[in-house]
């Protein structure tokens, strides 16, 4: 049974970093391409970042270049995102998410888990 | 960027069908695909995938759901509704990185 687990989040204050994890298991971590999604309170979801199988090719979403950095431990089964510089507007839930297909490319996302919160506020 | 619209909120009766849109702003047909995906997320849950590269179903989704669409059209179906299908249901692109649309909440009459 796939499952994908986060933690680290909680209460941050703004300008501070925070990095949260996201462990795998039930499938060959090391075979997909990988991604954070989130969800601030109320509102849809965002894509934040994903990175591929191998941790090659990594993307962002604009409001978050240069202060986010998503990257994995194949040999841990464990993908991360450490974010930097946090604002009030980066307070959300977490989703750590698998690409449903496996391949060199991140097409959907097939799993996802249960979220973190995450709180940037004084 | 991909800019993804949908409708905020939908009602229908229980048995009918319900279509939900979503509307692209650029092309993402790719290779003849559809770079299309649609989940559905209920209140304090994670999202789930139902429908992926625009028409195919995914693993464990019931036959009710179904989607269709090319370029910058693109419609979810549930048919005939049921009670747990009250959700929010977001479609998704991957022509262009990753960008999801506002979301579109089922209720029921």
């Known amino acids: 049974e796939v499952q994908l687990v986060e933690s680290g989040g909680g209460l941050v204050q703004p300008g501070r970093s925070m990095k949260l994890s996201c462990a795998a298991s039930?499938?060959?971590?090391?075979?997909?391409?990988m991604a954070w999604v989130r969800q601030a309170p109320t509102k849809g979801l965002e894509w934040v970042a994903t990175?591929?199988?191998?941790?090659?090719?990594?993307y962002y979403r604009d409001s978050v270049k240069g202060r986010f950095t998503i990257s994995r431990d194949n040999a841990k089964s464990t993908l991360y995102l450490q974010m930097n510089s946090l604002r009030s507007e980066d307070t959300a839930t977490y989703y750590c998410?698998?690409?449903?297909?496996?391949?060199?490319?991140?097409?959907?996302?097939?799993?996802w888990g249960q979220g973190v919160m995450v709180t940037v506020s004084s | 960027d991909i800019v993804l619209t949908q409708s905020p909120a939908l009602a229908v009766s229980l048995g009918q069908r319900a279509t939900i849109s979503c509307k692209t702003n650029?092309?993402?047909?790719?290779?003849?695909?559809?770079?299309m995906h649609w989940y559905q997320q209920k209140p304090g849950q994670q999202p789930k995938l139902l429908i992926y590269?625009?028409?195919n179903l995914a693993s464990g989704i019931p036959a009710r759901f179904s989607g269709r669409g090319s370029g910058t059209d693109f419609t979810l179906t549930i048919d005939p509704v049921e009670a747990d299908d009250t959700a929010t249901y977001y479609c998704?692109?991957?022509?262009?990185?990753?960008?999801f649309g506002g979301g579109t909440k089922l209720e029921l009459k």
């Open positions: 998410t698998r690409d449903g297909l496996g391949t060199t490319v991140v097409i959907y996302f097939d799993y």
């Open positions: 039930g499938f060959t971590f090391s075979n997909y391409g």
């Open positions: 990175i591929s199988y191998d941790g090659s090719s990594t």
């Open positions: 650029q092309n993402v047909d790719y290779y003849g695909n559809s770079y």
């Open positions: 590269l625009a028409s």
């Open positions: 998704q692109q991957s022509r262009n990185l990753w960008t």
